[in-house]
């Protein structure tokens, strides 16, 4: 159960894309600091697809973890993959929100009266 709860808190934390945006998960921002903090450990995929094929050996013993075990070994798949192609996991950061500016979007009432009905 130890290793589900790290499997969990390493991937809860969405990276960010390459091309496009990526939506964040609801307090993944707390998560993707404990992520960050590890550095290298937790971003290089080599290292992901390392992990996730150690976690599934031990529970490929038992029948009731099977389960786990071809969901893990798929995953270490395809992060072997990704890391393969140069793919890395990186934070998503918040781009700080430009503020409209106030004296350009302000427009000058109408001159004429609107049209009536003849």
Same mark, same amino acid.
């Given at each position: ?6 499997? +969990? ?10 091309? !496009?945006?990526?939506? &964040?998960? +609801? ?16 971003? $290089? ?14 529970? !490929? ?9 071809? +969901? ?13 192609? !140069? &793919? &890395?996991?990186?934070?998503? &950061? ?13 427009? *000058?009432?109408?001159? $004429?009266? *609107?049209?009536?009905? *003849?």
């Amino acid at each position: 159960s130890a290793a589900g709860v790290l499997v +969990c808190l390493l991937e809860y934390p969405r990276s960010k894309r390459q091309k !496009g945006s990526t939506m &964040e998960r +609801c307090g993944q921002k707390y998560l993707t600091a404990v992520v960050k903090l590890f550095g290298p450990l937790t971003r $290089n995929y080599y290292i992901r697809a390392i992990l996730h094929a150690a976690l599934a050996v031990p529970a !490929g013993f038992l029948l009731s973890t099977i389960l786990g075990t071809v +969901c893990l070994g798929i995953a270490s798949g395809i992060y072997l993959l990704a890391a393969v192609r !140069g &793919e &890395e996991w990186r934070p998503i &950061e918040q781009k700080p929100r430009e503020r409209p500016q106030m004296g350009g979007t302000i427009k *000058p009432p109408p001159s $004429n009266p *609107p049209p009536r009905p *003849p």
